[in-house]
């Protein structure tokens, strides 16, 4: 028997729109996964930790399991992996009203993109796909990838797989 622990404050449990970075590691490697809430095929907004535990659902029907599939891509066993997430937000709160709801997704997907982007010219390996064609909120950005609580010196090191 093993005893674990994990510790979070109950403000990522907001629902609303949020930019998360996790940076997961295994067995010495680690990589990175950079994504947001905002549904695209409903009005929900969740929380991050909401979204990261829709992330790693392993039922055969899970649809958010992106960030699973990617660990498994990467060969990474998901058991063994550590998780770190910085979650940033909400920048905006839920939306009822499905035009304010889209506004708000396409300036986070379009974040999503660039923080990957950044990560990646950084030299971190970033998993997965961020497509959009919207301009993204400068002011947002920068905020994000200056944060005190992601300094460049604090982003763990990226590895080489031999």
């Known amino acids: 028997m093993h005893c674990h622990e994990a510790r979070?404050?109950?403000?990522?449990?907001?629902?609303?729109?949020?930019?998360?970075?996790?940076?997961?590691?295994?067995?010495?490697?680690?990589?990175?996964?950079v994504g947001r809430t905002g549904d695209s095929s409903s009005l929900n907004a969740g929380s991050p930790f909401l979204r990261l535990t829709g992330h790693l659902d392993r039922k055969y029907t899970a649809k958010s399991a992106t960030m699973l599939k990617q660990l498994t891509k990467h060969g990474f066993d998901v058991e063994k992996c550590s998780f770190e997430l910085f979650a940033f937000g909400p920048f905006y709160p839920e939306q009822k009203e499905r035009?304010?709801?889209?506004?708000?997704?396409?300036?986070?997907?379009?974040?999503?993109?660039?923080?990957?982007?950044?990560?990646?010219?950084?030299?971190?390996?970033?998993?997965?796909?961020?497509?959009?064609?919207?301009?993204?909120?400068?002011?947002?950005?920068?905020?994000?990838?200056?944060?005190?609580?992601?300094?460049?010196?604090?982003?763990?090191?990226?590895?080489?797989?031999a």
Request: with cysteine.
């Open 8 to 33: 979070f404050h109950g403000a990522l449990l907001e629902r609303g729109f949020w930019i998360y970075i996790c940076v997961i590691e295994h067995l010495g490697e680690k990589i990175i996964y």
């Open 99 to 161: 035009e304010s709801h889209r506004t708000y997704r396409d300036v986070l997907a379009a974040l999503e993109r660039d923080v990957a982007d950044e990560l990646r010219k950084r030299g971190y390996t970033v998993v997965g796909s961020h497509n959009s064609k919207t301009q993204s909120d400068s002011e947002i950005f920068f905020r994000i990838l200056n944060h005190e609580k992601f300094p460049r010196s604090q982003i763990p090191l990226p590895t080489n797989r």
